[in-house]
Each structure stands twice: as structure tokens, then as C-alpha cells.
Nanobody
Framework: QVQLVESGGGLVQSGGSLRLSCAASESSRSIIHMGWYRQLPGKQREPVASISSAGGTSYADNVKGRFTISTDKNTVYLQMNSLSPEDTAVYYC????WGAGTDWGQGTQVTVSS
């Protein structure tokens, strides 16, 4: 089973930026899309951004224009700008592949102070 390892979370002031990374332990030729979800305190996990194998991207409305998703080989990135306290959450990366279903990372905490 593939392992997804996230990094880049931390504490940042409101208006600041962070870049999350998610490295997969192995490559796959059957990836449908990869992306990020987040779970705010006391709430359900929600989608943030995704990128398809063809390079198409999708963003949640509340992060459009502030977050950018990209990939490089086996790694998916999430560049987060203009962060606000409402972005405080645990961020999880995932990879959806044909025949293998969805793999998840362990999560990385992002805390934005006001």
C-alpha cells in the first residue's frame, strides 16, 4: 500500500503563507487525481483542492485565488497564501487511483493566528 507523507504545516500569522507537500512512496500510472482535504475543529473533513492526472485543477470556493495545487512526479503541493484563522485545520492529502481506491496521508496541522 502506498504511503503518503505530508509536511509543511505549522503556525503562521494571519496574512501569511505556507506550502504543504505530500510525497508518495511509489509512483502510479493509474492515478485519477490527487489533492487535499482539511478538517476544521469540530467539523467534518472537507475538500480543498484537487489535480487530475491530466493537470486539471479544482478548488473549494473559499480558497480560490489564495491556494494553488501543483504536482511534481510523486509529490503534490498546496501553496497557501493570504491565510486567515478560518484556515486553521488538519490538512490531509489523498491519492485516488484506478483499482487501488483512495490512499490518505496522516495529516498535518496548520494553525493561523490572528
Amino acid at each position: 500500500q502506498v504511503q503518503l507523507v505530508e509536511s509543511g504545516g505549522g503556525l503562521v500569522q494571519s496574512g501569511g503563507s505556507l506550502r504543504l507537500s505530500c510525497a508518495a512512496s511509489e509512483s502510479s500510472r493509474s492515478i485519477i487525481h490527487m489533492g487535499w482535504y482539511r478538517q476544521l475543529p469540530g467539523k467534518q473533513r472537507e475538500p480543498v483542492a484537487s489535480i487530475s492526472s491530466a493537470g486539471g485543477t479544482s478548488y473549494a470556493d473559499n480558497v480560490k485565488g489564495r491556494f494553488t495545487i501543483s504536482t511534481d512526479k510523486n509529490t503534490v503541493y498546496l501553496q497557501m497564501n493570504s491565510l486567515s484563522p478560518e484556515d486553521t485545520a488538519v490538512y490531509y492529502c489523498y491519492r485516488l487511483s484506478w483499482g487501488a481506491g483512495t490512499d490518505w496521508g496522516q495529516g498535518t496541522q496548520v494553525t493561523v493566528s490572528s
